[in-house]
């Protein structure tokens, strides 16, 4: 299976800072990777797919780069509804999921 | 637009049975493949298993292969999830997914199951 790496766990900032999440591959997954939100008690909900696709009706503050092992999640100006945690998903083969970064407010 | 609402969770004895079921809406159903997906308390997701849009292929997690089986009736527009001879370890709550313009681009809200004595 094809492990995800996912960083930092825990991410602490402030609104209108700049945020950044990570996943790493243990192999080449090509742009066959996907981005969630999930806010406490509810379903995750598509940000990014295919690396860097933006879904329909997401805020264009979120952005996704990277190809092969190494994707980024960047949300350009945080804002108070983005406090959620974040997981990437990798669809190239049997689908794995990061562990998750949670984003709190400082 | 699309909906998927899951039913059938609970409380169960391990080693007992349960079966999910999963009704959907807002797209043609028989045209893509259906997914479940689970999310232990306070942990990340995990992939469980997969059905093509026909119900030809099924695909599972090791943990659960010989255990549970997927399956989908496309005249109801439902899917289901069998689970035979659960285990604690099997607690989480159970989301179903599909893939129309990518992967797992629509989930339900979920469904908990609660395994234990």
């Known amino acids: 299976d094809i492990q995800m790496t996912q960083s930092p766990s825990f991410l602490s900032a402030s609104v209108g800072d700049r945020v950044t999440i990570n996943c790493k591959a243990s192999?080449?997954?090509?742009?066959?990777l996907n981005w969630y939100q999930q806010k406490l008690g509810e379903a995750p909900k598509l940000l990014i797919y295919?690396?860097?696709s933006l879904q329909t009706g997401i805020p264009s503050r979120f952005s996704g780069s990277g190809s092969g092992t190494d994707f980024t999640l960047t949300i350009s100006s945080l804002q108070p509804e983005d406090v959620a945690t974040y997981f990437c998903?990798?669809?190239?083969?049997?689908?794995?999921f990061g562990a998750g970064t949670k984003l709190e407010l400082k | 637009e699309v909906q998927l609402v899951e039913s059938g969770g609970g409380l169960v004895q391990p080693g007992r049975s349960l079966k999910l079921s999963c009704a959907a809406s807002?797209?043609?159903?028989?045209?893509?493949?259906m997914a479940w997906v689970r999310q232990a308390p306070t942990k990340g997701l995990e992939w469980v298993a997969s059905?093509?849009?026909?119900?030809?292929?099924?695909y599972y997690r090791d943990s659960v292969k010989g255990r549970f089986t997927i399956s989908r009736d496309n005249a109801k527009s439902s899917l289901y999830l069998q689970m035979d001879s659960l285990r604690s370890e099997d607690t989480a709550t159970y989301y179903c997914?599909?893939?129309?313009?990518?992967?797992?681009?629509?989930w339900g809200q979920g469904v908990m199951v609660t395994v234990s004595s």
């Open positions: 059905i093509s849009y026909d119900g030809g292929s099924t």
């Open positions: 807002g797209f043609t159903f028989s045209d893509y493949y």
């Open positions: 295919n690396a860097n």
């Open positions: 192999q080449n997954i090509n742009r066959y």
């Open positions: 997914t599909t893939g129309i313009t990518t992967s797992f681009d629509y």
């Open positions: 998903l990798q669809h190239n083969s049997w689908p794995t």
